[in-house]
T-cell receptor, first 109, second 116 residues
Framework: AQRVTQPEKLLSVFKGAPVELKCNYS??????LFWYVQYSRQRLQLLLR??SRESIKGFTADLNKGETSFHLKKPFAQEEDSAMYYC???????????FGAGTRLAVHP | EAGVAQSPRYKIIEKRQSVAFWCNPI?????LYWYQQILGQGPKLLIQ????????DSQLPKDRFSAERLKGVDSTLKIQPAKLEDSAVYLC??????????????FGQGTRLTVV
């Protein structure tokens, strides 16, 4: 079965500290993975996708097929990074999009 | 470009009442999704349309939930009758099936439903 697991409900760090938000998935085929972010009072929006292999707002994520992981990383957290982060997997011929439970990142001054 | 529009933003109803939500996707997007997001959980896919056909409704509680997408554009999601456990944010999203943003889902602001 297709599943996305985000083991941490809350990640609390101080400004300038490194951040790693964990995401593991289960999928039998070749997955396409995404990170979505929801800032306070804003809509859910795409942060990055694994196939683009780019850095957005200082965040990067590498797909590790051996460990079935797609962890989100940033070397130096900023207060404006505080938000809910959702890992998502796209599967099937009709682009079904499945989300994890989300991790709240709180960056303290 | 204009984003995904949803209405209403908030709705409070009593259990056993009916409610309907409306979604207008981004122009040209063939795929439309309805998600249910219960507090503290990630979005759960209820139903997915491609144009005006349903491609996945495996997690839609069909005894009380229904959705339609007439003419392959706007969509409505209805709950009849509502239960307390239906309290959630209902998210609509859309995506294109071609071009550089193929398959990327863009979300609306959501409708927060409270059933009392």
């Amino acid at each position: 079965a297709q599943r996305v697991t985000q083991p941490e409900k809350l990640l609390s760090v101080f400004k300038g500290a490194p951040v790693e938000l964990k995401c593991n998935y289960s999928y039998s085929g070749s997955p396409e993975l995404f990170w979505y972010v929801q800032y306070s009072r804003q809509r859910l929006q795409l942060l990055l996708r694994h196939i683009s292999r780019e850095s957005i707002k200082g965040f990067t994520a590498d797909l590790n097929k051996g460990e079935t992981s797609f962890h989100l990383k940033k070397p130096f957290a900023q207060e404006e990074d505080s938000a809910m982060y959702y890992c998502a997997l796209r599967s099937g011929g009709y682009n079904k999009l499945i989300f994890g439970a989300g991790t709240r990142l709180a960056v303290h001054p | 470009e204009a984003g995904v529009a949803q209405s209403p933003r908030y709705k409070i109803i009593e259990k056993r009442q009916s409610v309907a939500f409306w979604c207008n996707p981004i122009s040209g997007h063939a795929t439309l999704y309805w998600y249910q997001q219960i507090l503290g959980q990630g979005p759960k896919l209820l139903i997915q349309f491609q144009n005006n056909g349903v491609v996945d409704d495996s997690q839609l509680p069909k005894d009380r939930f229904s959705a339609e997408r007439l003419k392959g554009v706007d969509s409505t999601l209805k709950i009849q009758p509502a239960k307390l456990e239906d309290s959630a944010v209902y998210l609509c999203a859309s995506s294109s099936i071609s071009g550089p943003f193929q398959g990327l889902a863009f979300f609306g602001q959501g409708t927060r439903l409270t059933v009392v």
